[in-house]
């Protein structure tokens, strides 16, 4: 009698890999349908919100051109104000890493524990503390103001990530560039920031995400219309042109443009710098 032979197991392997496509892209589908219907719905400017069709048929930019018109200047300010907390951030939390990782300061651990705990605060709580420090300081309705404030969201995270990079940073080169006659600072520099450029393009991209899509420091720490970023004016928006869905949707389309285009650009240095600190 002949030996049973098993069924090849090449076809349950494509079944399979066929079966997790289809709920990635499932999963894909449900994610960015949001985004499809925010770009729908600025395509299809003079319908309701309860009246966009799911294809537009005949698409219309003028609701672009509305929301560049009364957002243009809102959008220069995020980017302003992005770009400084960026700048901020990382010439806070770049030495601040290099101190924890490289200099052996008692407590250390400790001080990375609490530089963690700080992202559990509400924000509402930290924006009302800063308002009355901000009035005494006359950093109220100011770029300054808010870049300081902005930076602060992204300064936690960019210590613990950069921290984790630079203990992966091998100590016989810092030694050797010691030898050679330059300082810590000279070390640090010219040695230890090119090697943990991955961390600090990953750290400035998170921080400039986090000050583009802030919303409670723009509203709580300014007073006028001097100062405001694009998430306060498409906030106010609605409320000035609650009928006309189509220019707020293209005012939030362009205001995800920026973001979008960093994170193309930027993923593969995201992706080294997650993952570089966690082998040594």
């Avoid at 106010?236 to 869905?245: E, L, M, T």
Wanted: proline fraction near 6%; include cysteine; glycine fraction near 10%.
């Amino acid at each position: 009698m002949a030996a049973h032979t098993p069924a090849p197991a090449a076809p349950r392997a494509r079944g399979r890999r066929l079966g997790s496509t289809v709920a990635g892209l499932l999963v894909l589908g449900v994610m960015l349908f949001p985004l499809y219907w925010m770009l729908n719905t600025a395509l299809q400017p003079e319908s309701g919100l309860l009246q966009v069709d799911p294809v537009p048929g005949s698409p219309d930019l003028s609701g672009f051109s509305k929301a560049l018109s009364d957002q243009g200047g809102h959008l220069l300010t995020s980017l302003v104000v992005s770009l400084g907390a960026v700048a901020i951030c990382l010439a806070v939390s770049a030495p601040a890493a290099y101190g924890l990782a490289r200099f052996g300061l008692r407590g250390g651990r400790a001080i990375v524990f609490g530089t963690l705990i700080t992202q559990m605060v509400p924000g509402i709580v930290i924006a009302n503390a800063l308002y009355n420090s901000y009035v005494d300081l006359g950093l109220v309705n100011s770029h300054f103001g808010l870049m300081l404030a902005d930076a602060s969201l992204g300064i936690p995270f960019s210590i613990v990530l950069m921290r984790a990079f630079m203990l992966s940073v091998p100590g016989e080169v810092v030694e050797a560039a010691q030898i050679d006659g330059a300082g810590p600072l000279r070390t640090f520099v010219r040695v230890v920031l090119p090697m943990s450029r991955n961390a600090l393009i990953t750290s400035g991209l998170f921080a400039f995400l986090f000050s583009w899509s802030d919303f409670m420091f723009a509203l709580t720490l300014n007073t006028t219309d001097d100062v405001k970023p694009i998430t306060l004016g498409i906030y106010q928006y609605i409320g000035a042109h609650v009928g006309d869905w189509g220019a707020v949707m293209a005012a939030s389309v362009l205001s995800a443009v920026p973001a979008a285009i960093l994170l193309v650009l930027a993923q593969k240095y995201i992706a080294a710098g997650i993952t570089g600190g966690s082998v040594k």
